[in-house]
């Protein structure tokens, strides 16, 4: 069974870090690209990074290009994503999702199994 | 970037309506999209992948066309678990988008 756990978020203030991870189980971690994406509560879903397969490319929404670093350690099947200079408009539950293929960019790529998410709260 | 622009915002329907939604993106994008279904206070599901793969495990009662510019996701008869928001997402190119939602309602 495909299990994605998240960690480490919390409360923080504007300007300051964290790092959010993302435990994987039950699949071939190293086998498939992996991805953040975020929701704030009650609103919509907003693509955040993703990174391929041997961390050979990674892409970023524009709103986090510059501040958010996507890594990945596949020794520890774990999926990390550095957040630094909060902003409240970064305010959301972040979800870890695996990508059907190695790279989201080589054709019909989706999501197809998503963490339970983790909540980041920025305020002062 | 790229935009994919969902219609309807919001759908009233009954148990056993047909629903068809929309997705139309600023530019082509070959077959490169997915659909999800998100229940209220749920994780996102896959549903669709590749304009018209049907993810398995998913009923058929759920299928995608498309493809280019205009895009759609259609339920044949609506269950009591699909009142729900549903989201697109193109994957053709960095930024990954996803459109703004259709949240499907009791009516």
């Known amino acids: 069974e495909v299990q994605l756990v998240e960690s480490g978020g919390g409360s923080v203030q504007p300007g300051r870090s964290l790092r959010l991870a993302c435990e994987a189980s039950?699949?071939?971690?190293?086998?498939?690209?992996m991805n953040w994406v975020r929701q704030v509560p009650g609103k919509g879903l907003e693509w955040v990074a993703s990174i391929t397969w041997n961390s050979g490319r990674k892409g970023y929404a524009d709103s986090v290009k510059g501040r958010f670093t996507i890594s990945r350690d596949n020794a520890k099947n774990s999926l990390y994503l550095q957040m630094n200079s909060l902003r409240p408009d970064d305010m959301a539950v972040y979800y870890c999702a695996k990508s059907l293929y190695h790279d989201i960019l080589t054709g019909h790529d989706a999501f197809d199994f998503w963490g339970q998410g983790t909540m980041v709260t920025v305020s002062s | 970037d790229l935009q994919l622009t969902q219609s309807p915002s919001f759908l009233s329907a009954s148990v056993g309506d047909r629903v068809t939604i929309t997705c139309r993106a600023s530019h082509g994008i070959y077959s490169y999209l997915a659909w999800y279904r998100q229940k209220p206070g749920k994780v996102p599901e896959l549903l669709i992948y590749?304009?018209?793969t049907l993810q398995s495990g998913v009923p058929s009662r759920f299928s995608g066309s498309g493809s280019g510019t205009d895009f759609t996701l259609t339920i044949s008869s609506l269950q009591p678990e699909d009142f729900a928001t549903y989201y697109c997402q193109h994957l053709n190119s960095y930024p990954v988008t996803f459109g703004g939602g259709t949240k499907v309602e009791i009516k």
């Open positions: 039950g699949f071939t971690f190293n086998d498939y690209a």
């Open positions: 590749g304009a018209s």
